[in-house]
């Protein structure tokens, strides 16, 4: 004669101690997909550390996440044309004041800064294009930039064209002193800084940044939660051949300074010594 089974408390898929083992195998399968979620998807430029560590605790406790106030691709995604860069070409379009263009520094010789501006604007734009990225190309005082939201934004300038001593040679890259994405927007100077100077050979002029830079009107008109630069890619007077005739490696370092940041690369400041 044949016994059946056992049924009751007894039984292994019964047992307080099996649906304990159960309940946490089931707590564990889920982090891990969380986690591989995470960690194999695109991370957006811009999402600091502390974000991302942010939206993985919310994503573990099964919270929605508050979608982000200024514009990025959503998270997974690795295409690169859902990103859009701002290239203002310093000194580009009328002045408010006159209506008329402002060429900003100019040399003795009809070389003016907006030349120069133009020239390296045009060529970031299509590197950054070749490259997969949207680019939209503003004026100095573009009416788009009121609020302006983009993934990143980089104004072109240079410096003067008159003699200021040997000294007077090299790049300056600055963002607002008071900005609400500070992280985002020092994180992106760190990026220009290498990239540019990797790319051109000139040194990091630093300690010449002025209020003008720090405190661009830009910086003021466009969405605060938009990381912004400014960079003045070099001196108009010692500079004046590199900036007229390697315009390529100029904007190649532009190009890949934006890059470092959209692509989250590091940046080292101490590649020069």
């Not at 991370?43 to 979608?67: F, M, N, Y």
Request: hydrophobic share 40%.
């Amino acid at each position: 004669m044949s016994r059946k089974p056992r049924t009751g408390r007894h039984t292994i898929e019964g047992s307080p101690l099996a649906q304990s083992v159960m309940r946490h195998l089931a707590i564990t399968l889920a982090t891990a997909a969380v986690l591989a979620t995470v960690f194999t998807a695109w991370t957006p430029a811009g999402l600091s550390p502390s974000e991302l560590a942010g939206r993985l605790a919310v994503a573990l406790e099964g919270k929605p996440t508050e979608q982000p106030s200024f514009y990025l691709p959503s998270i997974g995604s690795s295409d690169p044309s859902d990103l859009t860069i701002g290239i203002v070409v310093g000194h580009s379009g009328p002045h408010p004041d006159t209506g008329y263009p402002d060429p900003g520094a100019q040399c003795s010789d009809g070389l003016t800064e907006l030349m120069i501006n133009q020239a390296v604007g045009d060529l970031v734009k299509s590197m950054l294009e070749a490259a997969g990225l949207k680019v939209d190309m503003l004026e100095e005082w573009d009416d788009r930039l009121t609020g302006y939201r983009a993934v990143a934004l980089v104004s072109i300038h240079a410096d003067s064209c008159d003699p200021a001593g040997e000294y007077a040679t090299g790049y300056k890259v600055a963002a607002a002193v008071e900005t609400k994405v500070q992280d985002k927007a020092q994180r992106l100077v760190a990026c220009m800084v290498d990239r540019y100077g990797r790319a051109t050979d000139l040194r990091f002029h630093q300690y010449s940044i002025t209020l003008d830079m720090t405190e661009y009107h830009t910086f003021r008109e466009i969405h605060p939660q938009t990381p912004a630069v400014i960079i003045e890619t070099g001196f108009m007077y010692l500079d004046r051949e590199f900036l007229t005739k390697h315009r390529d490696k100029v904007a190649r370092g532009i190009a890949d300074g934006i890059l470092c940041y959209v692509n989250n690369e590091p940046a080292d400041l101490d590649w020069e010594e």
